[in-house]
């Protein structure tokens, strides 16, 4: 029931900055972790960065320090700030909704996550 909608990928230099944004639609992610996840072209897709309904946020190492996840509750949206951005940067971005549950941990494993949008890309040239 759940519905993702991604927007805001774009091709960038490095060290450019970029905010794609998940517009949740049909169900309220109170409650739900709520993460971004990456595939690059030819390449598995990983877990980026993670957030609960609370607001604590998981990050994989490659990004944190450089990317922030936030959520706007009054706009059901959740973004994903990229900063200093690298060429290992690109990739299809994907945001992705956990279950209802009531303290759920947020991993960032693909398992833990039943709903996906349809991604944005995100390039960065060197």
């Known amino acids: 029931q759940v519905q993702l909608l991604e927007s805001g990928g774009d091709s960038v230099q490095a060290g450019g900055s970029l905010r794609p944004s998940c517009e949740v639609s049909?169900?309220?992610?109170?409650?739900?972790?709520m993460a971004w996840f990456r595939q690059p072209s030819g390449g598995a897709r990983e877990g980026v960065a993670s957030?609960?309904?609370?607001?604590?946020?998981r990050y994989a190492d490659s990004v944190q320090g450089r990317f922030t996840i936030s959520k706007d509750n009054a706009k059901n949206t959740v973004y994903l700030q990229m900063n200093a951005l690298k060429p290992e940067d690109t990739a299809m971005y994907y945001c992705?909704?956990?279950?209802?549950?009531?303290?759920?941990?947020?991993?960032?494993?693909?398992?833990?996550?039943?709903?996906w949008g349809q991604g944005t890309q995100v390039t960065v040239s060197s």
């Open positions: 992705a909704a956990g279950p209802p549950l009531f303290h759920p941990q947020c991993l960032l494993r693909m398992e833990e996550y039943g709903a």
């Open positions: 957030i609960v309904s609370s607001g604590g946020a």
């Open positions: 049909r169900f309220k992610y109170t409650g739900r972790c």
